[in-house]
């Protein structure tokens, strides 16, 4: 059965040269992703994707987020780079590579919109990544609106990838978070409220066609189900500052049929029980392959294989296994 990872990650070497120049020294994050060989060495991630039947990847380019590399033209000129390279790659390797993310600088609002049109008719990148929030501003805000509006005239998706770092602390009375907290937890509620807020902010009502992927199997929605749905069915019971009574109605559909209309990655870091909640409430039909490959603890195969393990441990009839896999993913993109 044909596995197309969605979301894993790579640094081309003329990207990484790239962006060396334009931050120097590597870390946090960045400093992790640099320390895994796979995300640069071609030859290292061919070694792991062969262990793999019927295994194939579509590119995009790890942290960090463009604009936290350097200004606008930094930020172009990276994702300029990023998306010539990938889409070199891809021309090179089809049968490994049959696609590729463009990812865009958001800082860049000048250029946003073209480096899409660019990426996306010129290269063929599949759709494109952003982040969950653009140097801490929400993607809901009105000057980000463009690019949601020209993905939805594409009919391209939009990965969306958490973003946040230690600076965002965990209680109010420190100034960093502690103990990677920011991670582990905080990507996946940084995940939930970027799609709360392309819920509320009534984007989705606006742009209905707009196909969007949440890294992680949607972050905390899923697990709060019962909270998101009856929940939020008393939206504006808990706020005396504003009114939100009306905002459910101007919505056009039921928050609950729009959270659903988001679609869930099976990167998990192997564990089943997420990808559970994650096809009960998207369900099937909303979930694509992809293991976060390669960050991998054992810097190999592990969360390849382990993905495929919590997805085969699930109920699910081949035919439902077919399009987590690759289905959905076709459908969504216009890949064959």
């Not at 982040?131 to 969306?160: C, Q, S, Y």
């Not at 742009?207 to 199997?217: E, K, R, S």
């Not at 008393?234 to 959270?259: C, N, V």
């Amino acid at each position: 059965m044909r596995k197309l990872d969605a979301f894993n990650h790579i640094w081309p070497v003329p990207f990484y040269e790239a962006l060396k120049d334009a931050v120097g020294s590597m870390t946090d994050i960045t400093r992790r992703s640099e320390a895994v060989p796979m995300i640069v060495d071609l030859d290292e991630r061919f070694r792991v994707m062969d262990q793999f039947d019927d295994y194939e990847q579509i590119l995009s380019l790890a942290s960090p987020p463009l604009e936290l590399a350097g200004g606008p033209e930094i930020g172009r000129k990276l994702s300029q780079i990023g998306s010539d390279s990938m889409a070199e790659l891809c021309a090179k390797h089809p049968d490994r590579f049959p696609g590729f993310i463009a990812s865009i600088a958001m800082h860049d609002l000048d250029g946003a919109v073209d480096e899409i049109d660019r990426a996306i008719n010129e290269l063929g990148a599949t759709g494109i990544q952003l982040f969950t929030n653009v140097g801490g501003k929400p993607l809901d805000a009105p000057e980000f609106r463009p690019v949601f509006e020209r993905m939805h005239e594409l009919g391209k998706p939009i990965w969306i990838h958490p973003a946040r770092g230690a600076s965002m602390p965990d209680y109010a009375s420190e100034d960093k978070s502690l103990y990677e907290i920011w991670w582990t937890f905080g990507w996946t509620y940084e995940t939930a409220v970027c799609q709360s807020r392309l819920v509320w902010s009534k984007i989705m009502t606006d742009l209905p066609q707009l196909n969007i992927i949440f890294h992680h199997a949607g972050g905390i929605v899923p697990f709060n189900a019962g909270r998101v749905d009856a929940g939020w069915s008393q939206m504006g019971a808990r706020t005396s500052w504003t009114d939100y009574s009306k905002l459910p109605d101007e919505l056009g559909r039921s928050h609950s049929e729009i959270f659903r209309s988001f679609y869930a990655d099976t990167a998990s870091f192997g564990a089943a029980a997420p990808l559970e909640c994650a096809r009960d409430f998207y369900g099937v039909e909303h979930m694509v392959f992809a293991s976060d490959s390669p960050f991998d603890p054992e810097k190999g195969p592990m969360y390849i294989r382990e993905t495929i393990r919590a997805i085969e441990s699930m109920d699910l009839t081949d035919a439902e296994k077919e399009q987590i896999y690759s289905g959905n993913l076709l459908r969504i993109t216009g890949l064959t």
